[in-house]
């Protein structure tokens, strides 16, 4: 089966800083990719390319058979948006909305569900997040770990064949940290093809089933969670030092 | 001073100043929506990705705030009419704070529109919606509630600023008073009178503002907070 997702020689820079130099990986279907490395690595970027949050310089990107390259269209970034979901670092719900009315919005204006299909939808994903019961709160009266649970849900809700995890328990404490985790596991479970961006070692090493070390730009060590336990390069080996 | 306070012509004008009453509450009303809306497009304009987009609503914008009302209703008024259009006073009335106010609403919207974090766009494009969608469902909402208050005294003014249409002989509050003093010679009276209206209107606007706040912002009714 081919990849769903291909990264080929990406390259990207902001300025005259190269934030990824000649980038290349794939993603499987159904695999849970985590993509490591020190802050200022790239790995966000290198996510925030995979759904065309920034342009790339150079090479080439293919999302479910959505091709990025320099010069792509926002229509064709629109239909790459309906099959791939992004989570957030800082959760971006809209302030203004229900957790409820979060989720229905894009299946009720993008995928024009009717009403009821939509609060359909919206209560089942919100009970695999666990949050079944917030339906009608806003979200600054949640925590924000379950405000990161509603962004999961949210994005859930569009049916995405891939989602994405940029960074999205960096902002939460351990305890609120373990409760994202838990969902993104069973997601894991379920089959979803997921890449994410993490400094969650440990989630990395166990969920993981192809873990991708960062360094300057470039993919500096890639193997299953086991390369973390026997680092090849010592720039992982230093990285993983403290860690496990 | 041996003046005496005279209120009596009141038994008899009362109709006209009520009749002056409800025209000054329409102008406004009128003046008060079309002026938002047009300046909650310019609003969009002056942050739109179109350099030229932006540059054009901005030049719109400085040329109207930077003049006085009473000049923008004389050049639609009289210079329209010397040019061979000849149009209603009140028509030309609302037209004239109608550019007025959408200037100062598009100023204000604009701060509302600055204030949406970009990762709120990036949400929104990342759930596949398109350019309207954002804008109506997630940009526009959040920026006017957030911006709502310093609105409602903008479009305070703009009611009291209907008072300048009088001078273009428009029927309205302030032109029925002149009327009034000019047939009772009671001056004091009249304009302490509808001074007393005006506080009166302003009172009810703020109320009627303050319902439709709490009609069109639902969090703002549950919450209580700003957002």
Redesign the interface.
């Given at each position: 089966m081919s990849p769903i997702v291909k990264l080929n020689k990406v390259s990207k820079s902001f300025g005259s800083l190269n934030v990824l130099q000649g980038v290349s990986f794939d993603v499987a279907q159904g695999s849970v990719v985590a993509i490591i490395g020190r802050s200022g690595s790239g790995k966000s970027t290198a996510l925030r390319c995979m759904?065309g949050?920034e342009k790339i310089n150079g090479g080439e990107i293919t999302v479910c058979n959505h091709h990025l390259h320099q010069n792509v269209t926002k229509a064709q970034?629109?239909?790459l948006?309906?099959d791939?979901?992004?989570v957030?670092q800082?959760y971006?719900?809209?302030?203004?909305?229900?957790v409820g009315q979060n989720i229905m919005?894009?299946p009720k204006?993008?995928r024009k569900q009717s009403k009821a299909e939509a609060k359909d939808l919206a209560a089942e994903v919100l009970g695999k997040v666990g949050l079944a019961e917030k339906f009608d709160a806003?979200p600054?009266?949640l925590s924000g770990g379950q405000q990161q649970r509603v962004a999961i849900a949210?994005?859930l809700a569009?049916q995405p064949k891939l989602m994405l995890f940029d960074e999205v328990t960096s902002a939460l404490d351990p305890e609120l940290t373990g409760e994202v985790l838990k969902v993104m596991e069973n997601l894991a479970k379920d089959g979803m093809t997921m890449v994410l961006v993490t400094h969650e070692m440990a989630f990395a090493k166990g969920v993981g089933d192809k873990v991708i070390f960062m360094h300057q730009g470039k993919v500096w060590e890639e193997g299953d969670g086991e390369i973390l336990s026997a680092p090849q390069t010592p720039e992982l080996r230093q990285f993983v030092g403290n860690g496990l | 001073m041996t003046y005496t306070f005279d209120f009596s012509f009141l038994a008899e004008y009362w109709p006209e100043l009520l009749s002056g009453l409800m025209q000054t509450a329409q102008l406004s009303i009128l003046s008060i929506i079309f002026g938002f809306l047009l300046g909650t497009v310019l609003a969009v304009g002056r942050t739109a990705d179109s350099k030229a987009v932006r540059r054009i609503c901005a030049i719109y914008v400085e040329a109207i705030r930077n003049t006085p009302l009473l000049v923008q209703m004389f050049m639609i008024y009289f210079g329209l009419a010397s040019i061979g259009f000849k149009l209603s006073a009140e028509f030309c009335a609302v037209l004239a704070i109608v550019i007025n106010v959408s200037s100062y609403t598009c100023e204000i919207m604009r701060a509302g529109i600055e204030s949406i974090?970009k990762?709120?766009l990036?949400?929104?494009?990342?759930?596949?919606?398109?350019w309207w969608?954002r804008l109506f469902?997630?940009v526009l909402?959040?920026a006017t509630?957030r911006v709502y208050p310093a609105l409602v005294s903008q479009f305070i003014l703009i009611m009291l600023a209907t008072s300048l249409v009088s001078q273009i002989s428009a029927e309205e509050l302030t032109s029925t008073a002149v009327r009034i003093d000019s047939m009772t010679f009671r001056s004091f009276e009249i304009y302490t009178v509808i001074a007393v209206i005006y506080i009166a209107l302003a009172f009810v606007f703020r109320i009627g503002f303050w319902a439709l706040s709490q009609l069109v912002?639902p969090?703002l009714r549950?919450?209580g907070?700003p957002?």
């Amino acid at each position: 089966m081919s990849p769903i997702v291909k990264l080929n020689k990406v390259s990207k820079s902001f300025g005259s800083l190269n934030v990824l130099q000649g980038v290349s990986f794939d993603v499987a279907q159904g695999s849970v990719v985590a993509i490591i490395g020190r802050s200022g690595s790239g790995k966000s970027t290198a996510l925030r390319c995979m759904n065309g949050l920034e342009k790339i310089n150079g090479g080439e990107i293919t999302v479910c058979n959505h091709h990025l390259h320099q010069n792509v269209t926002k229509a064709q970034l629109r239909a790459l948006h309906l099959d791939v979901g992004i989570v957030f670092q800082s959760y971006n719900l809209f302030p203004h909305l229900t957790v409820g009315q979060n989720i229905m919005l894009a299946p009720k204006w993008v995928r024009k569900q009717s009403k009821a299909e939509a609060k359909d939808l919206a209560a089942e994903v919100l009970g695999k997040v666990g949050l079944a019961e917030k339906f009608d709160a806003y979200p600054e009266q949640l925590s924000g770990g379950q405000q990161q649970r509603v962004a999961i849900a949210r994005s859930l809700a569009m049916q995405p064949k891939l989602m994405l995890f940029d960074e999205v328990t960096s902002a939460l404490d351990p305890e609120l940290t373990g409760e994202v985790l838990k969902v993104m596991e069973n997601l894991a479970k379920d089959g979803m093809t997921m890449v994410l961006v993490t400094h969650e070692m440990a989630f990395a090493k166990g969920v993981g089933d192809k873990v991708i070390f960062m360094h300057q730009g470039k993919v500096w060590e890639e193997g299953d969670g086991e390369i973390l336990s026997a680092p090849q390069t010592p720039e992982l080996r230093q990285f993983v030092g403290n860690g496990l | 001073m041996t003046y005496t306070f005279d209120f009596s012509f009141l038994a008899e004008y009362w109709p006209e100043l009520l009749s002056g009453l409800m025209q000054t509450a329409q102008l406004s009303i009128l003046s008060i929506i079309f002026g938002f809306l047009l300046g909650t497009v310019l609003a969009v304009g002056r942050t739109a990705d179109s350099k030229a987009v932006r540059r054009i609503c901005a030049i719109y914008v400085e040329a109207i705030r930077n003049t006085p009302l009473l000049v923008q209703m004389f050049m639609i008024y009289f210079g329209l009419a010397s040019i061979g259009f000849k149009l209603s006073a009140e028509f030309c009335a609302v037209l004239a704070i109608v550019i007025n106010v959408s200037s100062y609403t598009c100023e204000i919207m604009r701060a509302g529109i600055e204030s949406i974090k970009k990762g709120q766009l990036e949400a929104s494009d990342c759930l596949a919606m398109s350019w309207w969608q954002r804008l109506f469902l997630i940009v526009l909402p959040p920026a006017t509630e957030r911006v709502y208050p310093a609105l409602v005294s903008q479009f305070i003014l703009i009611m009291l600023a209907t008072s300048l249409v009088s001078q273009i002989s428009a029927e309205e509050l302030t032109s029925t008073a002149v009327r009034i003093d000019s047939m009772t010679f009671r001056s004091f009276e009249i304009y302490t009178v509808i001074a007393v209206i005006y506080i009166a209107l302003a009172f009810v606007f703020r109320i009627g503002f303050w319902a439709l706040s709490q009609l069109v912002f639902p969090r703002l009714r549950r919450l209580g907070t700003p957002l």
